[in-house]
């Protein structure tokens, strides 16, 4: 079975600090994975995804994540927040031949001025 | 190029009645999902639809029901609506030729069962 945790349902940063938002998933393969970004009221963007290329992407917005295959992780990053970075922010996970996305609950990031 | 379009925005019925939610793929995909996503939550898969037919399905009840035309177009239908059924309604299309299952997302449907 598939699953994906995501630690954290909130999170808070200063603007211009780091921000590490944590995912972790179960698969018996590698599977494909993707961040999404939730603003109120709205739909799901995608930020970035792997698809067994390079294990460090990069996305949109300064954003990036990389595949840890040992810690069966892909936690997103971003050098330097910004206000406009508050968001729910999810994970998601499709197993190779998969024909839907598992998403985790997500992580609401808070940037503080 | 236009985006997955969802309509409507907002949608207040009561407990037992029936509602259909209305999405358009964006130009190119052929492959439509549909997801709930109640408050607080991640988006649950309902249903995928490619080439009209379904092509897989969540741990939804029979009363969730879909159908995709032609034009790659899809319909949700819920039949007997209960409380828990409200939720936000997200639809995404998928373009052909993938293998990683990228979809794109529309800005759903919010749905109040009262």
């Known amino acids: 079975a598939q699953s994906v945790t995501q630690l954290g349902s909130h999170v808070s940063v200063s603007e211009g600090a780091l921000v590490l938002l944590r995912c972790n998933y179960s698969?018996?393969?590698?599977?494909?994975l993707f961040w999404y970004v939730q603003y109120p009221n709205q739909g799901l963007q995608l930020l970035l995804k792997?698809?067994?290329?390079?294990?460090l992407v990069k996305g949109i917005n300064d954003f990036e994540a990389e595949f840890k295959k040992s810690e069966t992780s892909f936690h997103l990053t971003k050098p330097s927040a910004h206000m406009s970075d508050a968001a729910e922010y999810f994970c998601?996970?499709?197993?190779?031949?998969?024909?839907?996305?598992?998403f985790g609950t997500g992580t609401r990031l808070t940037v503080i001025p | 190029e236009t985006g997955v379009t969802q309509s409507p925005t907002h949608l207040i019925k009561t407990r037992g009645q029936q509602v259909t939610l209305r999405c358009s793929s964006q130009?190119?995909?052929?492959?439509v999902s549909w997801y709930q996503q109640a408050l607080g939550q991640g988006p649950q898969f309902i249903f995928q639809?490619?080439?009209?037919?379904?092509?897989g399905r969540g741990n939804f009840p029979p009363r969730f029901s879909g159908l995709q035309f032609p034009n790659y177009s899809s319909e949700l239908n819920v039949n007997a609506l209960e409380l828990d059924d409200s939720a936000l309604y997200l639809c995404?299309?998928?373009?052909?030729?993938?293998?990683?299952?990228?979809?794109?997302f529309g800005p759903g449907t919010r749905l109040t069962v009262l």
């Open positions: 995404a299309s998928s373009p052909p030729g993938t293998s990683y299952n990228e979809q794109f």
């Open positions: 698969s018996s393969v590698p599977p494909y």
């Open positions: 792997y698809t067994s290329a390079a294990t």
């Open positions: 998601a996970v499709s197993p190779p031949g998969a024909n839907n996305l598992f």
């Open positions: 130009s190119g995909h052929n492959t």
């Open positions: 639809y490619y080439r009209e037919e379904e092509n």
